[in-house]
């Protein structure tokens, strides 16, 4: 377990370069019952996820090199390292697969990183990435399986409950496990926290069943955020001791969520950012009388014209 110590540290290191996202309560919006939910919009981040958080904790505890930094990702684990290497006057290398979206390369772009799209899936250039640092130099940054990140996602955690009061529950999405490392580690018994994962992007609940990580087969529509093929290391051992639940939905239940989203908050997500949300609207998890949830929406990068 990262020390909630660590996680407060990290705040306070990265403030003046993070937002500090809204929360909104919704009370039967999603839902067919009254249980109040707590909405934190980390989707309204810079570059439109929590990344951020994680990327700017690595590059002020660490020394970067004049080989600058490298990163593998899905796209917007890769746009949060553009842009802070950007803000604190670095150079960026950044490896995503081909499922990668074109709204997340744009934003790496944008960012003024050097952007190589190559390999099928995040795994494939993950490897690219170690072989250039290897080449290289270059301080790579993980998009989940370090320290320094999971303690940087776990801030999200701590302005959440500041801001709603306390809450019973935490639906969050999961990928490599970073995030929800993170807010284990900053809510230890605060809260339940649970995960939710599309059914055919789903190594932490696979993970959990095995009782270790291994790689699994990739198949979804969130699978360009979600899409890990194997849990991190010291995200297993952290959702292995103090995870609630892991519960999976449909790519069906995503996309609904997505434009119940729109048409109810008009606010834009992208599958990943919905997937916790679906497992309310999808019936996956449904919550005991008066029990307060909470629900993060923690991605907006969708490609224009989705709805």
């Not at 995870?243 to 609904?256: E, M, N, Q």
Request: charged share 15%.
């Amino acid at each position: 377990m990262i020390s909630r110590s660590a996680i407060e540290e990290a705040h306070a290191r990265i403030a003046p370069y993070i937002r500090r996202t809204p929360v909104m309560d919704s009370n039967g919006d999603f839902c067919d019952h009254d249980t109040p939910v707590s909405l934190k919009l980390e989707l309204f981040q810079h570059t439109g996820s929590f990344k951020p958080r994680g990327a700017f904790n690595n590059l002020l505890t660490r020394a970067v090199p004049k080989a600058g930094i490298a990163a593998a990702s899905g796209g917007n684990h890769g746009a949060a390292v553009a842009y802070a290497a950007a803000r604190l006057g670095h150079k960026a290398k950044i490896f995503v697969p081909e499922i990668s979206s074109l709204a997340k390369q744009a934003k790496i772009r944008e960012a003024g990183a050097d952007l190589v799209v190559e390999g099928a899936h995040y795994a494939d250039a993950l490897a690219l990435c170690n072989a250039y640092q290897q080449q290289t130099g270059a301080m790579t940054i993980h998009a989940y399986d370090a320290e320094e990140t999971i303690a940087g996602q776990g801030t999200v955690a701590l302005e959440w409950l500041q801001q709603s009061g306390p809450l019973d529950t935490l639906l969050v999405a999961a990928g490599g496990g970073g995030l929800i490392a993170g807010i284990l580690s900053a809510c230890q018994d605060v809260c339940r926290v649970i995960s939710v994962e599309p059914d055919g992007a789903c190594c932490l609940a696979q993970a959990l069943q095995a009782g270790r990580p291994f790689n699994v087969e990739i198949s979804s529509i969130a699978a360009d955020s979600l899409g890990a093929q194997s849990l991190g290391k010291l995200s297993f051992e952290i959702c292995q001791k103090h995870l609630h639940r892991a519960i999976t939905v449909p790519d069906s239940a995503i996309l609904k969520t997505q434009k119940a989203i729109w048409q109810k908050l008009q606010i834009i997500t992208e599958p990943g950012g919905a997937t916790a949300l679906s497992a309310l609207v999808h019936g996956a998890y449904r919550p005991e009388p008066g029990e307060r949830i909470g629900v993060l929406l923690c991605g907006a990068n969708a490609e224009s014209g989705v709805f």
